[in-house]
């Protein structure tokens, strides 16, 4: 069954460092997705990326953080000088066009310690 | 806005007892979707199922049904005969009308289930 992978699966960094966290989501989907879980708390979402560009973000994505798909296949969140506060599990997803366009595939997820 | 608020936050049952997972949400549309997904300890995020507001007739797929009521706001989770594979953290979320805008989904804070052999 096609799925979405992400890499790495944790990252441990200082505070103020710059972090990419990447994802291959599944090939023939349209949307892509990142969202973030602080440990124990609820799937906050922060982005969502359609032809090419945002299509929505939260209050959360703030200028710290940027996503990109370089090259049709990986799709990245950056975050440009991490805080103590981001650190969570990140979680990829994407979804197909039309009537599953709300069906989201999440990835496994890249858990984040920043120290 | 659109809120979900499951207020059980863990429910500890014994193998093979029926448990019963509760979501309540809050939303302006007309049109929405309703969900269920499961966080094993290995930590992804499976989908469940879809509900789309237009349809309350329940569902059921093998030990799990999903009662939809919109006149109470609920849509609930039942697992029948609980098996220990059972034991995951249980998001309900909520999506507005599929669109091209982004397909966002806000979740509940998740009920903890532990089955005990």
């Known amino acids: 069954e096609p799925e979405v992978t992400q890499t790495p699966s944790h990252q441990v960094t200082q505070m103020g460092q710059e972090v990419i966290l990447r994802c291959v989501p599944i090939?023939?989907?349209?949307?892509f997705y990142w969202y973030r879980q602080i440990l124990g708390q609820k799937v906050e979402f922060l982005v969502s990326?359609?032809?090419?560009?945002?299509?929505?973000k939260s209050e959360i994505f703030d200028d710290q953080f940027s996503v990109e798909r370089p090259d049709g296949s990986n799709f990245t969140l950056k975050i440009r000088s991490t805080k103590l506060e981001d650190s969570a599990m990140y979680f990829c997803?994407?979804?197909?066009?039309?009537?599953?366009?709300?069906?989201?595939?999440f990835g496994a997820g890249s858990r984040l310690t920043v120290l | 806005a659109q809120k979900v608020t499951q207020a059980q936050t863990e429910i500890s049952v014994v193998e093979k007892e029926d448990v019963t997972l509760d979501c309540v949400y809050e939303?302006?549309?007309?049109?929405?979707?309703l969900f269920w997904y499961k966080q094993p300890p290995s930590g992804e995020l499976v989908f469940l199922i879809r509900?789309?507001?237009?349809?309350?007739q329940n569902e059921i797929s093998g030990r799990y049904s999903w009662n939809f009521q919109k006149s109470t706001s609920s849509f609930n989770f039942t697992i029948t005969a609980s098996q220990v594979v059972d034991s995951a953290v249980y998001f309900c979320?909520?999506?507005?009308?599929?669109?091209?805008?982004?397909?966002?989904?806000?979740f509940g804070g998740g009920t903890r289930l532990m089955v005990k052999p």
């Open positions: 997803a994407s979804s197909p066009g039309g009537s599953g366009a709300n069906v989201l595939t």
């Open positions: 990326f359609y032809n090419n560009e945002i299509s929505e």
């Open positions: 979320a909520l999506s507005d009308l599929i669109n091209n805008a982004g397909n966002m989904l806000t």
């Open positions: 939303t302006r549309d007309t049109t929405y979707y």
């Open positions: 090939s023939n989907h349209l949307y």
């Open positions: 509900r789309n507001s237009f349809d309350e």
